[in-house]
């Protein structure tokens, strides 16, 4: 079945091919091209002038959880700091819930960011933090998400021993869930772990294979950055408060700076310098952090009004950011992209430009979304 897509006001595809118009064949985009030369198609969508980009990349989320954080989060808004402890209050809900009422969390949130256009999804462990509740977290993340990554290092669980748990996680937990998962990611942060901790364990995630990620510097400055940077992760994940030494790190790596915009306004923490990681030639990339404690949003298109609001980046970069950077951190480029042979993933807004997104603050500017070739609304 292939669908030819006419009508274009304005085409971001993130690659060297332009156009009013471009052809989806099955999963994947066929064509890309002037309309005039388009290649016959079984169906025409006309979209009447309105813009069309990839559909969004939340490559950083924590879906596998139960429970509820609003006291939490009053909390905070009436001055309280956010701290890693938190964790700990989901983590006791979501080992009490069965599997069914997990995976109709995790269906409801990536079904709620589908309709706002994200059509690629990771997702992570790390609510779980034994051994059961961590290979089963992975295995109904695995089920759902595009992406998954093991975060059995995301809190020691209160009363446990750090050292204990860290031979835990990068041995017999490891072992369970590496099957499962693509990449493993640890929380390396005070209150969370330390950078020797952090090390040991993403060390054994990559004997085992695994890619790897980190959580750093989001509640301060810290070692995140450079551990990340120093161990070739594909991605380090808030970055927060940097100091310009992590910036220059980051800037001569691969390893992708990851902005969570939304969770730095819900913790109220200060906005990440985007400015600076970019012109310092850092890759950035903006996801949702989606979660019950620091971040509960799946909106992409929030975190792009604000990135360029409030954080000084163009349209066009926080675009590519949420797009085509969100790929760069998960190491993909079949999304992320318009090109032929790309996923056929596709955001159209209601609006003539992505302009739109920072002109428009707020305003649900999702038209329509295909994923994998298919017109889910
Ligand atoms: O990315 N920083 C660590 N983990 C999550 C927060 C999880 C929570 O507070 O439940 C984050 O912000």
């Given amino acids: 079945m292939s669908v030819l897509i006419t009508g274009i006001g304005e085409l971001t595809t993130n690659s060297e091919v332009t156009g009013d118009a471009l052809v989806i064949d099955g999963a994947e ?7 005039g030369n388009a290649p016959a ?7 009447e002038g309105r813009a069309v980009l990839p559909g969004w990349v939340d490559s950083h989320t924590h879906l596998v959880f139960a429970g509820d954080r609003t006291a939490e989060f009053g909390a905070r808004m009436a001055g309280k700091p956010y701290t890693a402890g938190g964790i700990a209050v989901t983590v006791n809900a979501t080992r009490a819930a069965t599997d069914d009422e997990l995976a109709a ?6 079904a709620e960011a589908l309709k706002q256009g994200t059509t690629f999804i990771e997702t992570k462990t790390g609510y ?25 290092a995301h809190l020691v669980p209160p009363g446990e021993d750090a050292d204990t748990y860290v ?24 209150g969370a772990f330390d950078y020797d901790q952090s090390k040991a ?6 004997a085992k294979g695994l890619g790897l990620r980190v959580h750093g510097n989001q509640l301060g400055e810290g070692p995140g950055v450079r551990l990340a940077v120093e161990l070739g992760a594909a991605s380090v994940d808030h970055c927060t408060y940097l100091s310009a030494a992590d910036i220059d790190a980051l800037a001569s790596s691969d390893t992708v700076a990851t902005l969570l915009p939304a969770c730095d306004l819900s913790t109220r923490q200060s906005l990440p310098p985007a400015r600076a990681l970019l012109d310092a030639g850092a890759t950035v990339a903006l996801a949702s952090n989606c979660n019950p404690g620091s971040s509960y949003t799946s909106s992409m298109a929030f975190c792009v009004t604000t990135a360029v609001l409030q954080m000084r980046m163009s349209v066009e970069e926080a675009v590519w950011a949420a797009t085509a950077g969100g790929a760069q951190a998960l190491r993909r480029t079949d999304v992320g992209v318009i090109r032929p042979g790309a996923r056929a993933d596709l955001h159209v807004l209601d609006a003539p430009s992505i302009t739109h997104l920072a002109y ?3 305003v649900p500017l999702t038209h329509s979304v295909w994923r994998r070739g298919e017109r889910t609304n």
Avoid: Y
Avoid at 170 to 185: F, K, N, Q, S, Y
């Fill in 29 to 35: 985009i066929a064509w890309v091209g002037n309309a």
């Fill in 41 to 47: 198609a079984d169906e025409r969508v006309d979209v």
């Fill in 128 to 152: 779980g933090l034994n051994v059961a509740d961590e290979v089963r977290s992975a295995r109904i993340a695995a089920e759902q998400a595009d992406e998954v990554t093991f975060l059995g």
């Fill in 167 to 190: 031979d835990l996680v990068r041995g017999e937990m490891l072992d369970a869930v590496a099957p499962l998962v693509r990449w493993a990611d640890v929380f390396c942060e005070k």
């Fill in 105 to 110: 969390v995790v269906r409801k949130h990536i």
């Fill in 201 to 206: 364990v993403l060390q054994a995630a990559a």
């Fill in 360 to 362: 428009r603050p707020g």
